[in-house]
């Protein structure tokens, strides 16, 4: 299963991360790593459950990648 980064938009109150972290959690998915600089965490899940965190307005989904400058 691909790993996808979750973080919190700027104007979403943190609560949202534990809400996320929980809908992650029942949508099958497993968290990797929680980042304490950036409000936000790792997931791995199926391809077709992201779909329903892109549509959510708290948080920003990227899938995890190599980062190139």
């Known amino acids: ?6 973080t919190l938009k ?7 991360l534990e809400k996320a972290k929980a809908a992650a959690k029942e949508n099958g998915g497993v968290i990797r790593h929680e980042y304490s600089i950036i ?5 791995e899940f199926p391809d ?3 779909q329903t965190f892109q549509s959510t307005k708290h948080v920003h ?3 995890d990648g190599a980062a190139t400058t």
């Open 48 to 50: 077709d459950t992201v």
């Open 1 to 6: 299963m691909p790993l996808y980064n979750i």
């Open 39 to 43: 409000k936000g965490f790792t997931v």
């Open 10 to 16: 700027t104007e979403a109150p943190v609560e949202e």
């Open 61 to 63: 989904v990227e899938q």
